[in-house]
Every structure is written in structure tokens, then in C-alpha cells.
């Protein structure tokens, strides 16, 4: 099992396990909530086609974690970057039918341009801009992911002088990917904790809204830990 070998590392291993209960529970309280036609009201050709898209969420956030487990990164990250595309997709079409009717009979649907106008049209109601943005860490995974970052990426795959290319990179993390590592799994959460927020909760499931803000009291120390 991986482990991280970094400042805090006990911290940062128990908010990893702390994440991993919060994608169980929050995965088996949005297939409940979508799947529900009095909770969510879809046509059923739009609530199969979101059944889907958050199915990916989280068997990629699924893939993700078990990756980690194997010491296996630069499969993980890909995974983690398609999990948070499939938010920002679910996003855009459970939100507005215009979308979603786009996505089914359009073939040169386009995410980007559908959430351009989905935040273009927010800024009239919110004049709060998201701190944190799905669009913005996908893009920077895909820059690492695709070696864009080459500075970075590259040198994550040096440990004791030897280039790792594969899978792995050998015995031990250098100090580079245990931050990508590090930097990622709290991505992770605060996308997860934006994708959950598109299901109503409302004292539906107690415990989910436990895990949450014990993984947020986790997240606030994680901040003052690392800023």
C-alpha cells in the first residue's frame, strides 16, 4: 500500500483514508439520489445518460486511489483528470436542458464552449467567483499529464539519479511526484466536494454530511499545514 514519506505524512495518509470513505459514501448517495425520479426529476433518456457520467466520476476516482495504492502515478493522474471531466460534464447538463439536448443530438458537441455560456450566465445571479474550478485543475493535469509541464513532470521521474519511464517510479517517490501526489488528492476532494453539492442533500444522509465536514475540518488544518 502507498504511503506518503512527506512532511506530515501521517496527516496527509489519514486525510487519504478519510477520502476514500467520503467517495464510498458519496458515491452510494448520488446513484440513489439520480436514480430516484421522485428526488431528481429528468426524463429518463436524460437520467440514464447522467447515471453514466457519474458512474465515471467516480470509478475514475476509484481507479485513481487504487493506483496510488500500487505506486502506480502516472496512471493515476490520467484517471484523476478524466474523473474530474465527467464533474464538470455532469455540471453543464444537469443544470440546463439546452445542454443536455445539445450533448444528445449534436456530434460536435462541446464541453468547453457549453461551460463558457453555463458561467457567463452565472455571473448575472453570483458575482462570487469559484475558488476552486474543475476546468482549471483538469487543465493542469492534462499539462502534467501530457508532459505541457515538462520541468515538472519529467523530473518527478527521477529518484537517485535513475530516469523511470514506466508505471512506477521504482522503490520511492521523489520529492516532485510526492507533491503532485500531495497537491492531486486534495484536488481530488475539493472537486468531489463541488460535484457532490449538485445532489440535494438537505438531511437526507446524516452520515454523508458527517464525512463531509469531518473531511472539511481536515481540509482547513491541511490548509494551515501547507499555506
Known amino acids: 500500500m502507498f504511503s506518503f514519506t512527506i512532511k506530515e505524512y501521517e496527516f496527509l495518509?489519514?486525510?487519504?483514508?478519510?477520502?476514500?470513505?467520503?467517495?464510498?459514501?458519496?458515491?452510494?448517495?448520488?446513484?440513489?439520489?439520480?436514480?430516484?425520479?421522485?428526488?431528481?426529476?429528468?426524463?429518463?433518456?436524460?437520467?440514464?445518460?447522467?447515471?453514466?457520467?457519474?458512474?465515471?466520476?467516480?470509478q475514475n476516482l476509484y481507479s485513481f486511489l487504487k493506483l496510488n495504492d500500487s505506486n502506480m502515478q502516472f496512471s493515476a493522474f490520467p484517471c484523476l483528470e478524466a474523473a474530474v471531466n465527467s464533474m464538470r460534464l455532469y455540471k453543464v447538463l444537469s443544470t440546463n436542458p439546452e445542454f443536455m439536448h445539445d450533448y444528445i443530438t449534436k456530434a460536435d458537441f462541446s464541453l468547453d464552449e457549453c461551460e463558457n455560456r453555463f458561467l457567463e450566465s452565472q455571473k448575472k445571479y453570483d458575482s462570487d467567483k469559484e475558488e476552486f474550478s474543475l476546468?482549471?485543475?483538469?487543465?493542469?493535469?492534462?499539462?502534467?499529464?501530457?508532459?505541457?509541464?515538462?520541468?515538472?513532470?519529467?523530473?518527478?521521474?527521477?529518484?537517485?539519479?535513475?530516469?523511470?519511464?514506466?508505471?512506477?517510479?521504482?522503490?520511492?517517490?521523489?520529492?516532485?511526484?510526492?507533491?503532485?501526489?500531495?497537491?492531486?488528492?486534495?484536488?481530488?476532494?475539493?472537486?468531489?466536494?463541488?460535484?457532490?453539492?449538485?445532489?440535494?442533500?438537505?438531511?437526507?444522509?446524516?452520515?454523508?454530511?458527517?464525512?463531509e465536514d469531518d473531511m472539511y475540518s481536515k481540509f482547513l488544518e491541511y490548509v494551515k499545514k501547507f499555506s
Open 135 to 211: 476546468r482549471e485543475f483538469s487543465n493542469g493535469l492534462h499539462m502534467f499529464n501530457t508532459f505541457e509541464l515538462k520541468n515538472s513532470a519529467i523530473s518527478s521521474q527521477i529518484v537517485d539519479n535513475n530516469l523511470y519511464l514506466g508505471l512506477s517510479c521504482g522503490d520511492r517517490l521523489s520529492d516532485e511526484m510526492q507533491n503532485e501526489v500531495r497537491k492531486n488528492l486534495v484536488g481530488a476532494y475539493l472537486s468531489l466536494q463541488i460535484h457532490t453539492k449538485m445532489f440535494f442533500n438537505g438531511g437526507m444522509d446524516n452520515e454523508l454530511e458527517d464525512i
Open 13 to 58: 495518509n489519514d486525510f487519504k483514508d478519510s477520502f476514500k470513505a467520503y467517495v464510498n459514501k458519496a458515491y452510494a448517495f448520488t446513484m440513489k439520489f439520480i436514480t430516484n425520479p421522485i428526488l431528481a426529476d429528468y426524463r429518463e433518456n436524460e437520467r440514464l445518460i447522467l447515471v453514466v457520467i457519474n458512474k465515471a466520476v467516480f
